[in-house]
């Protein structure tokens, strides 16, 4: 396997004129729910013909198997296939990257930040990789998260990953309470039941010892980062949550600029509207005294 530093190396042979091709071979990364097409070897998103930015992945080794480290490349390119030089920071990273397998079990929230500084030649390339280890077998989305031109994207993929322990079905479970560390975390909806097409707020209430939790800090300049993943992992959506005060004034809140004081608490509420009726995985991560602490939560939409 290519050690990260060969990677980065390739990368830079890009706009050097080389090529970025790892073999020739059909890459494991699978357009969710479409069919894509490759592109020196990567494996380019079926997009709106309207898009301006589209992205494709290459996974090194190209066949994964659990419990064996891979590296991830996204390579973000224009409409004319040029590499999107210009991203920008939000929420304090160039790029986030969910991980999430199909039974609900395994959740990850990266970034190529996490690994190491990004390089001008990765920027002017506009390939960014990171590393992960798949823990079982099975079926995984992967979305990503990024800002150029000023303007938000969201894009995911699916990988299948071969070996052993393979992973179960989705387990159905409905509960609306759990602890997690020495916080107790409720879930309720609003209306019910939820229903495809209309907003739904999502309430969060923390509590230590009974008593509500008001030492909730930011993370990544944001109340609660979540991801809202379908069963069928068709859609993926990454969102914020807010706090009361601010969704009670009634006006939109930019979440590529959000304001968060230093402590906050014991409620977070989000507000979403799902594109069809199905079950969703939601996973919430919020950080307390200095640990990311990650929820996760069952609903279905009529």
Do not use: C
Request: hydrophobic share 40%.
């Amino acid at each position: 396997m290519h050690s990260v530093k060969t990677i980065l190396a390739m990368a830079v042979m890009i706009f050097l004129g080389g090529i970025f091709l790892v073999n020739e071979r059909r890459p494991s990364a699978e357009m969710s729910g479409m069919q894509g097409h490759q592109d020196e070897g990567m494996q380019q998103m079926v997009e709106d013909p309207g898009s301006q930015v589209f992205a494709s992945i290459k996974t090194e080794p190209q066949h994964i198997t659990a419990g064996t480290p891979t590296t991830l490349v996204f390579s973000i390119k224009d409409r004319e296939g040029k590499p999107v030089g210009d991203l920008t920071i939000h929420h304090d990273r160039l790029m986030h990257v969910v991980i999430a397998s199909q039974d609900f079990r395994v959740f990850a929230h990266i970034h190529p930040e996490d690994f190491g500084p990004i390089t001008p030649g990765m920027k002017k390339a506009a390939l960014y990789p990171v590393q992960f280890t798949f823990p079982k077998a099975g079926r995984y989305i992967i979305g990503i998260d990024f800002a150029a031109n000023g303007r938000p994207f969201s894009k995911h993929f699916l990988l299948d990953v071969a070996g052993e322990p393979k992973m179960g079905p989705p387990r159905q479970d409905f509960s609306r309470e759990e602890r997690i560390g020495d916080l107790d975390v409720t879930f309720a909806t609003e209306p019910e039941p939820i229903v495809s097409g209309k907003t739904v707020t999502f309430t969060y209430i923390f509590k230590k010892n009974g008593k509500p939790a008001t030492d909730l800090a930011p993370w990544l300049s944001a109340p609660m980062h979540l991801a809202i993943i379908s069963a069928d992992l068709t859609y993926f959506i990454h969102t914020h949550g807010e706090l009361p005060e601010a969704s009670a004034t009634g006006h939109h809140v930019d979440h590529m600029q959000m304001t968060v004081p230093e402590k906050f608490g014991p409620e977070i509420e989000v507000h979403i509207v799902f594109p069809t009726a199905g079950l969703y995985q939601i996973f919430g991560q919020v950080e307390h005294k200095g640990e990311v602490i990650t929820t996760s939560f069952m609903i279905e939409v009529k």
